[in-house]
Nanobody, 127 residues
Framework: QVQLVESGGGSVQAGGSLRLSCRVS????????MAWFRQAPGKDREGVAG????????YYADSVKDRFTITRDNAKNTLYLQMNSLQPEDAAMYYC????????????????????WGQGTQVTVSS
């Protein structure tokens, strides 16, 4: 079965950096879209960054533009999220997600279009 496993979370001071990884295992290594979502306690899960496989187009939430970078290494079956200049509001559980569906670009951040999810990795940012 397809599995997504996140790693790289941790605790950092405001202004620090973290690099999250999402390793894909099992069958079906190709997806139309892959993305990172995050969810803080008491809040909805929101899309942070997405990538369209093939074209490698990337998408970002306004709140993380110019600070976060989403990339993937096909040879390692791994998706990454480089997070710089972290702020307390970035603290959340971060989830890796993947979809086999072909979506409109405007739908990249819609969680209902993703059928595969990791268990999440915690990111804590202290002020």
């Amino acid at each position: 079965q397809v599995q997504l496993v996140e790693s790289g979370g941790g605790s950092v001071q405001a202004g620090g950096s973290l690099r999250l990884s999402c390793r894909v295992s099992g069958y079906g290594y190709s997806f139309a879209y892959m993305a990172w979502f995050r969810q803080a306690p008491g809040k909805d899960r929101e899309g942070v960054a997405g990538i369209r496989t093939g074209t490698e187009s990337t998408y970002y939430a306004d709140s993380v533009k110019d600070r976060f970078t989403i990339t993937r290494d096909n040879a390692k079956n791994t998706l990454y999220l480089q997070m710089n200049s972290l702020q307390p509001e970035d603290a959340a559980m971060y989830y890796c997600a993947a979809s086999r569906l072909t979506l409109f670009e405007s739908n990249w951040s819609q969680r209902t279009f993703y059928m595969y999810w990791g268990q999440g990795t915690q990111v804590t940012v202290s002020s």
